[in-house]
DNA sequence: GGCTTGACTACACGATTGTGTAGTAGTTTG
DNA sequence: CAAACTACTACACAATCGTGTAGTCAAGCC
């Protein structure tokens, strides 16, 4: 990975080309035809090597799924909150999460088995901690949803702590933010209480 | 609002509907066409009302935005982390955060001023009430992260615990885990140190 | 040599896009 | 009553979309 262009295949370039633009566009935003010219080559060639769009979808999305696996699956597997130490994201995975994102939201059923995988390690990794929420299967959930929230919003937060977080020097600064917000209390347990009580009524 | 859609003018339907119909798609996933069917009107009449697609887009933001405000304004307002009981989110608000967070991920400068709003707020917050995180920026734009990827991964989430969270219930626990997220702690305040050396190495 | 196969391009198709124009019905204004 | 205005529809436009077809070129195999 991170080899030059030239390097790839055109096949490979493609379906890079087309995580980028999608990640960063959405699905709808950018055309075969958009792909195929930031991958240099002719719209045709990615129907001969793809067939159709949803099927480079699927493609693109078996790739990430393949990739984030390999790489140690920043999303899948908890190592923790440890995870959140900035120095295990690099720059391709950052693509490959930001386009999962997306494709996400577009529906996709690969992308949301990878979140459902996600909630189910974390829901374990709390129990193996010892971590006791009312509800664990939801705090799980709440918690999958909140490691991702960073690359959604990485241009808003990256405007509002004036510091590009796919920088190092950003994503340490989010990344020890992320830290601190799993780790002081911002209540005391008997407000939580009166707070699930009202939530009940 | 939650009047029945005859007793809103034309103009309104359509606002509503491109609010809707943008929020679940995206922007560029839903056309002028589509959303002319879904308020029931013909699409030469957006245009007469609208101008354009792209000032329409305006014209939903700028209504999100005030819509926000009166309603207490969930996303600006911080009464803190109580704003995640979950009586405080009725459906109007949940449409228009959806809608917002889409035209953000868009590229819309006027949702991407309420994300920033919605930092200074938190950032104020955490000194009124004595939170001292070691990057207070980086803190209040992660918190204000967080409390929008409820919206972004509804659909993941609802799937994940197998209760809608548009619905009473859903929200109910889905709002509880998040409280829970804000205070229990995960790690010892050695465990953080030592990771962020680690960050900083 | 001929023949197949895979990578690749050029071009044309119908559908859909945002937009533009012309015109109708009903109300308001002078 | 006539003129003007507003809400609204129908229709046409050029561009762009995903897709389909035909064909070129080079490498490998018999």
Same mark, same amino acid.
Do not use: N
């Given at each position: 990975? @991170?080899?030059?262009?030239?390097?790839?295949?055109?096949?490979? =370039?493609? =379906?890079?080309?087309?995580i980028?633009?999608?990640?960063?566009?959405?699905?709808?935003?950018?055309?075969i035809r +958009?792909?195929?010219?930031?991958?240099?080559?002719?719209?045709?060639?990615?129907? *001969? *090597?793809?067939?159709?769009?949803?099927?480079? =979808?699927?493609?693109? +999305?078996?790739?990430?799924?393949?990739?984030m696996?390999?790489v140690g699956?920043?999303? %899948?597997?908890?190592?923790?909150?440890?995870?959140?130490?900035?120095?295990s994201? *690099?720059?391709?995975?950052?693509?490959?999460?930001?386009?999962?994102?997306?494709?996400?939201m @577009?529906?996709?059923?690969?992308?949301?088995?990878?979140?459902?995988?996600?909630?189910?390690?974390?829901?374990?990794?709390?129990?193996?901690?010892?971590i006791?929420?009312? !509800?664990?299967?939801?705090?799980?959930?709440?918690m999958?949803?909140?490691? $991702?929230?960073?690359?959604?919003?990485?241009?808003?937060?990256?405007?509002?702590?004036? !510091?590009?977080?796919? %920088?190092?020097?950003?994503y340490?600064?989010i990344?020890q933010? $992320?830290?601190?917000?799993?780790?002081?209390p911002?209540?005391?347990? @008997?407000?939580?209480?009166?707070?699930?009580?009202?939530?009940?009524?």
């Open positions: 990975m @991170d080899r030059p262009v030239d390097d790839l295949t055109a096949r490979a =370039r493609i =379906r890079d080309a087309a980028g633009l999608w990640g960063e566009r959405g699905i709808e935003g950018a055309s +958009d792909i195929a010219a930031a991958a240099g080559v002719s719209s045709g060639l990615v129907r *001969h *090597h793809f067939g159709s769009k949803e099927a480079l =979808r699927d493609a693109c +999305d078996e790739y990430a799924k393949e990739r696996a390999e699956d920043e999303l %899948s597997t908890a190592e923790g909150v440890s995870g959140l130490d900035p120095g994201l *690099h720059p391709r995975v950052f693509r490959l999460q930001i386009y999962l994102v997306r494709s996400m @577009d529906g996709s059923e690969t992308a949301t088995a990878l979140f459902l995988g996600a909630v189910d390690t974390i829901e374990q990794w709390t129990t193996q901690y010892g006791e929420p009312s !509800d664990r299967r939801a705090y799980a959930a709440a999958a949803a909140i490691k $991702l929230s960073t690359f959604v919003f990485r241009d808003q937060i990256s405007k509002a702590i004036g !510091d590009d977080i796919t %920088s190092p020097e950003g340490a600064r990344g933010a $992320l830290l601190e917000v799993f780790t002081i911002l209540l005391a347990p @008997d407000q939580v209480e009166e707070i699930r009580k009202k939530g009940k009524r």
